[in-house]
């Protein structure tokens, strides 16, 4: 069920509900993350202009967050879902990351209690969009209001994996630096 009063589509379903309710309280957690991955410390800068930290090439970079429950952490640990359709036809995340709307996703696994984060990825989305890869599965959302599309990090170049946490279990690439939360 969908109210587009305002122009704003708000879905009337319980795991959407959840879903935002766990992103916004994870707010401050996810900007700590966002930034320990785009601000960095440089000496040389400060050491040559008084810049404590800089943000390289940095135009408007937006990010996709999706965080799950821990059960779905025990059953999907190395996937990662994507809103592939609605039976209303409205554009979902897959249609707005192709078109190139979004950049990175950051995408996570709370823990249980939902107090804390267990494991955390973020994927350059240009890299998913290049490398064109189909999803493993399809699967009806519950409620089912849409379909979600899951993808395999395995199956993804290497490249994709920005930064993830931690290093073992869930989301792993050799090669990439781990930065806890």
Known sequence: M????NGVMRLASSGYEHDIRLEHKFAKQLKA?????????DS??????GTDFVVWGLS???VACR????????KYPNDFTIRWSRPNGIETEIHKIRKGLVDY?????VDPAETHLVSYFIGNLAVFRNAQVKPSAIRTNDPPDSQ???YRLDQLPSEFIVK???DSGGYTRKGVDDARP
């Open 2 to 5: 969908t109210d587009l009063s």
């Open 33 to 41: 993350i966002l930034g320990m991955q785009f601000f960095v410390q």
């Open 44 to 49: 040389g800068e400060d050491w040559k202009r």
């Open 60 to 62: 408007p970079t937006k």
């Open 67 to 74: 965080l799950r429950t821990h059960d779905f952490f025990l």
């Open 105 to 109: 996703l950051l995408y996570g696994f």
């Open 148 to 150: 979600l599309a899951a």
């Open 164 to 166: 993830r946490w931690p």
